[in-house]
């Protein structure tokens, strides 16, 4: 009888992981594109979704369609410069960029003198 519960136990532990591993996988390969913008000076030192503080100075980024903590790698289309970045906060509801950068990450794509440029948004973690 405690062979069969460690058993069932056993496989429904690893059923749960197979789950979660698809969920990463499927996430891993998704890539948006549009429009990207970058945080105002009036959000630094705030409150993000994810609880943490917002810093101009950190490599961070708000997505509303990927969830928080996700690591992503954002490509400025218009002249292929890249940053990595982690979500942790969300843009409001009504905005239709998919990004918004803080500016030093902003910076490191040449984001910062056109304010808005197309992006490619790639899943990294």
């Known amino acids: 009888m405690i062979l069969f519960c460690l058993n069932a136990c056993g496989q ?6 197979k789950k979660s591993d698809k969920h990463n996988k ?12 970058f945080y105002n000076d009036k959000f630094n030192g ?7 503080i917002f810093n101009q100075k950190k ?13 992503i790698k954002v490509t400025n289309i218009g002249n292929g410069k890249s940053v990595i970045v982690k979500v942790n906060d969300r843009l409001h509801p009504k905005m239709k960029r998919i990004v918004d950068l803080s500016k030093a990450a902003a ?9 808005v440029t197309k992006v490619k948004v790639e899943v990294i973690q």
């Open 46 to 52: 705030r409150k993000t979704a994810s609880g943490e």
């Open 26 to 37: 499927s996430l891993q390969s998704k890539i948006l594109y549009g429009q990207a913008s």
């Open 59 to 71: 490599l961070t980024a708000a997505c509303n369609k990927l969830p928080l903590g996700t690591k």
């Open 107 to 115: 910076k490191k794509i040449g984001l910062t003198t056109a304010g």
């Open 12 to 17: 429904k532990h690893i059923s749960k992981h």
